[in-house]
């Protein structure tokens, strides 16, 4: 071939990729960084919130102002940095949380395993776990501070209660998640089931267990602050019980805007840890916050 008759195949060549490749075409809200975004969103949060306030939309002792609600979440910060009573409720609080989710974690995992390692679990305990699962566990409540008293051992059952599913579902999928190839792989050269388990299911499923321990990290707020709601004790939810008695709502605003923020803490601390104990796993998925 002449080298005329190579640059115009080259160049015919060149033109028809550029007629086939496709590329995708990304939306401009995609393009906007996530601090401006979330700031833009929690300006007009604000500033819808302001004007049905100002306009008496909906009245103020339902629903506050966003400075009155703003005085109130200083008081309550001030109250918390000078050691008051607020700073002892919240203590207990995340005494609770935090000893639940660890609970919830444990006993989360085990049955996971028993679920995803065994026939007798899929087959004998799991349809047990969907059963309970589908009832309204707030309603198990009373039946848990009538069993364990006000203290907060009944708020802890609760909140692991409601916790522990997601984790024992989140496990079992991922014992699941190894291929079949990989299976035959460790089994033909004669490795245990315990080896299997340790060195290939457990390492391949651990997104999937992350998976489940942010969505407990949700739930075990939930049933923390239900249970001090219901069954009285000093935390937080206790407070926002007596609060919400006395049609004091900024104080309720501003208690829950703090239970945000340590619901956010425990969620970024899973993340975190699936991070960096699970570097190769770069998930972008929504949800991940990764």
Known sequence: MTDQGYTAAKSDLAQYEGDTVWTEHEPFIDRIPRWVAMTGLFVMIVGIWYVVTAVEIVSNIILPTPMETWEDIVFVGRNMASGGYMLEAFITTTKTVLVAFGLAMAIGFSLGVLVGETKFGERAVMPYLVAIDTMPKVAFAPLFIAWLGFGIASKVALATFIATFPIVVSTAAGLYAASENERMLFKSIGASRMQT??????????????????????????????????????????????????????????????????????????????????????????????
């Open 197 to 290: 388990l340790v060195r290939l299911k457990l390492p391949t499923g651990l997104p999937y267990f992350f998976t489940g321990l942010k969505i407990a990290s949700v739930g075990v707020m939930a049933g923390a602050i239900t249970g001090e709601f219901l069954g009285g004790g000093q935390g937080v939810g206790a407070l926002i019980r007596v609060s919400a008695s006395q049609l004091d709502t900024p104080r309720v605003f501003s208690l829950i805007i703090y239970l945000s923020f340590l619901g956010l803490a425990l969620f970024l601390t899973v993340v975190w840890v699936q991070k960096t104990f699970v570097f190769w796993n770069k998930s972008d998925a929504p949800g991940g916050m990764a």
